[in-house]
């Protein structure tokens, strides 16, 4: 684990000064995240990881990166979401028809 992060004022001067280091940075925290996942999704992590990369070369700016890479967590959440909703559909018992019930007169003697 970690055992200091860097304050945001150092983070902002390492992006105006050292793009390359606060890059490096970057690496290193994903790899240790992804590394420190259980085996049976490290590999699904890494090609996650891999899609967000290529998203972020193909951009212009950084601004125009968090744009594409919000637009994609959405879509993700979206699916999510519909597959969810989905097996709760599947999963739920349908209401019985009320209408068709039939009304039992209750006495009113004891």
């Known amino acids: ?21 606060l890059d490096a940075l970057r690496q290193r925290e994903i790899e240790r995240i992804i590394s ?11 090609g996650l990881q891999f899609q967000i990369d290529c998203k972020r070369q193909v951009c212009k700016n950084p601004v125009s990166a ?12 979206t699916r999510l979401n519909d597959a969810l909703n989905t097996v709760t559909e599947e999963t739920t018992p349908a209401k019985p028809d009320d209408s068709s ?5 209750f006495s009113t003697a004891l």
Request: proline content about 6%.
């Open 1 to 21: 684990m970690r055992s200091q992060w860097p304050t945001i004022d150092e983070l902002i001067r390492l992006s105006q000064e050292n793009p390359e280091q």
């Open 101 to 105: 019930a039939v009304v039992l007169p």
């Open 66 to 77: 968090c744009v594409t890479l919000s637009e994609m967590m959405m879509d993700s959440l």
């Open 36 to 46: 420190s996942a259980a085996k049976h999704n490290q590999q699904r992590l890494r």
